[in-house]
C-alpha cells in the first residue's frame, strides 16, 4: 500500500513538473515570438524580456496547478471506486448484516 502511495505521489510530481516546464516555455517563447513580430527587432527590448519573463512565470504557475488539480481529482475517484467496491462486496454486506441481527437480538 505504501509502495503504491508512493508511485503515485512520484508520478503525481513529476507530472506537475513536467507541465510548469512546458507550459512556461510556451509562455515565454510565444511572447517572444509576438514581440518579434510586432517589433521585427531581434534580441528583444528590456521590456519584451521582461513580459516574457512574467508571461512565463504564470504560465508555469497555471499548468502546475492544473496538473495538481488533475491528479488531485483522480485520486479522489481512484478512492471512491474503492470505497465503492468495498462497501458493495459480498462479504462485507454479511458480515455487517450479521451483526445488525446481532444488534437487534441484544435489545
Known amino acids: 500500500m505504501i509502495g503504491h502511495l508512493l508511485m503515485s505521489l512520484f508520478h503525481a510530481f513529476f ?6 516546464i512546458v507550459c512556461a516555455a510556451i509562455g515565454g517563447i510565444g511572447t517572444l515570438v ?5 517589433l521585427r527587432q531581434w ?5 519584451a524580456e521582461v513580459a516574457a519573463i512574467a508571461i512565463a512565470v504564470l504560465a508555469a504557475y497555471a499548468g502546475a496547478v492544473t496538473a495538481l ?3 488531485a481529482v ?13 462497501a458493495l462486496s459480498t462479504g462485507n454486506i454479511v458480515e455487517h448484516s450479521v451483526k445488525a441481527i446481532e444488534h437487534v437480538a441484544e435489545k
Do not use: F, N
Not at 507530472?15 to 510548469?20: E, P
Not at 534580441?43 to 521590456?47: D, E, S, V, Y
Not at 483522480?74 to 468495498?86: F, K, S, T
Open 15 to 20: 507530472k506537475i513538473v513536467l507541465s510548469l
Open 34 to 38: 509576438v514581440s518579434y513580430v510586432v
Open 43 to 47: 534580441p528583444p527590448t528590456r521590456l
Open 69 to 71: 488539480m488533475s491528479e
Open 74 to 86: 483522480r485520486g479522489l475517484l481512484a478512492a471512491a471506486r474503492v470505497a465503492e467496491h468495498e
